[in-house]
């Protein structure tokens, strides 16, 4: 269990460091048509580096407040409570602290930087709907993400594509109100200028797809890494049925998510949908943070 | 200077990390058995502190029940007092029977089981007893890997050396074994 999450901290940091690398690349591209070439990675680096800092440290409070979480003692929900110690004894940490939702849609997620600043919120709903072997079954399973450090993967890499989505709009638009050194430098009409023609084409496809491309792999990273909280969750409840009777009961229920919002998708136990029920189409699953419910469910079966 | 000095200073110096990675390792990997082992001891305790409460929460309601709340803090005594990994596992199973024929005792006393107190004496046992099975996991666990260290060559040599010794493991019989089962609520 240590020596994973000793690799994953390693991994962690070279996702962060090919996030910033990604910015740099995208601020890059701004400079060289917008400013003077390195300005625009300098900005780039510095806007990536001050919001992947502020995200790793007031990341978890934003989130809580915006799902309304509020804190709840050991005397107000014993049994959360309970297995949430229980559970983390097992994995070798700190308890979290306990949050729960006013949301009657089961679903839950873990937020926080490292295991010594994390938190867990659970719903209402899944307070009410989940027996205690359920309930263990989910905890293990948001404990897992708390021990791979996914969540601060997943904060910081969202912010660090925010930056180049926010970046590439900033330009686009300067562009189109007349700015930017690559139209004047193309006015020239010889080699140079329809060389410099081309590469401002390609540097705003690159501008297009770089967010796309950036949410995607975000979002392929996440959807694995569900499976291997799964994996993991299960391996320190050391009982299986306990988080396949659990999806069960999310797959099947009616309530939809008010707090759902794209920001935060990727933090919940699943995807949080305002209209319940399942997404099945190749697109849906492509756009989706989660992998589909009864794949989970089998994979989990098959263990 | 000829390349052999060069290669034996460079397979010295190899060596040297080694030997202070392995040994950092092994200092590691005991710290955590201690601490495992402190974690149970811990949940160990809480439980000790629920009996009491538990058999005379039971005892207003079922007061002839004598033998079944002596058994209880019989086995807890003994418990308290055991000195060697095995000796504590062997008691702590007789504290579980013993609380689970407490436990039986309560589940003919619908007035008992509808009591607050009592219900939430319960939950706080059932809290502790999968606490306790939580801590074994991890435990038994980080014995493994101390003992998995020691045991293979080529750092068993330096563990004789240092004096690492293997742990034992903090074995429950099956029976005992996962909270037991005092869930009635029906969910």
Request: charged fraction near 20%; proline fraction near 4%.
């Amino acid at each position: 269990m240590h020596e994973e999450i000793a690799r994953n901290k390693r991994k962690t940091f070279l996702l962060l460091f090919l996030a910033v690398l990604f910015t740099g690349l995208i601020g890059y591209v701004i400079g060289y048509f917008f400013l003077s070439g390195s300005a625009g990675v300098v900005i780039a680096v510095i806007l990536a580096i001050v919001l992947s800092f502020g995200s790793f440290l007031y990341g978890d409070k934003m989130v809580l407040a915006s799902t309304r979480a509020k804190k709840v003692t050991p005397q107000q929900e014993p049994r959360l409570h309970n297995i949430v110690e229980g559970l983390a004894i097992a994995a070798g940490i700190p308890k979290p602290t306990v949050y729960v939702i006013p949301e009657m849609a089961p679903n839950a997620f873990a937020t926080g930087r490292d295991p010594e600043h994390s938190s867990i919120a659970v719903t209402q709903g899944l307070l009410d709907t989940m027996n205690r072997v359920e309930l263990e079954g989910v905890i293990g399973h948001e404990l897992s993400h708390v021990l791979d450090r996914d969540i601060l993967v997943g904060t910081v890499v969202a912010t660090v594509v925010g930056a180049a989505v926010l970046m590439s709009e900033i330009f686009m638009r300067s562009w189109f109100w007349g700015g930017g050194r690559g139209r004047r430098d193309s006015s020239g009409g010889d080699t140079a200028g329809a060389l410099a023609l081309v590469l401002f084409a390609v540097g705003i496809v690159l501008l297009i797809i770089a967010p796309l491309a950036g949410q995607l792999i975000k979002l392929s990273v996440s959807r694995n890494r569900e499976y291997l909280a799964d994996a993991q969750g299960v391996l320190l409840t050391r009982y299986p049925p306990g988080l396949i009777s659990a999806l069960e009961k999310i797959a099947v229920a009616p309530q939809a998510m008010h707090a759902a919002n794209n920001a935060t998708a990727h933090l919940w136990l699943n995807q949080p949908s305002r209209i319940p029920g399942e997404q099945t189409s190749s697109m849906e699953k492509m756009f989706s943070t989660h992998p589909p419910i009864q794949d989970r469910i089998k994979r989990l079966q098959e263990m | 200077m000829s390349a052999a000095f060069w290669i034996v200073l460079g397979l010295v110096v190899l060596l040297v990390a080694w030997l202070i990675w392995a040994f950092n390792r092994l200092v590691k990997y005991r710290n955590r058995v201690d601490e495992g082992w402190s974690q149970i001891d811990v949940q160990l305790r809480r439980r000790y502190d629920l009996i009491p409460n538990l058999v005379s929460a039971v005892q207003g309601y079922a007061a002839h029940e004598r033998e079944t709340f002596e058994s209880v803090t019989r086995a807890r005594a003994q418990a308290e007092g055991a000195s060697s990994v095995a000796g504590q596992a062997d008691a702590e199973n007789a504290v579980t029977s013993g609380l689970r024929q407490l436990l039986a005792v309560a589940e003919n006393y619908p007035d008992l089981k509808a009591n607050t107190n009592f219900l939430a004496l319960q939950e706080e046992l059932t809290g502790t007893e999968s606490k306790i099975a939580y801590a074994r996991q991890y435990y038994n666990e980080q014995v493994r890997m101390l003992n998995t260290a020691i045991q293979s060559f080529p750092s068993s040599v330096l563990a004789s050396t240092f004096h690492f010794g293997a742990r034992e493991f903090f074995d429950i019989e099956d029976a005992a074994r996962g909270p037991v089962q005092v869930d009635f609520k029906g969910s």
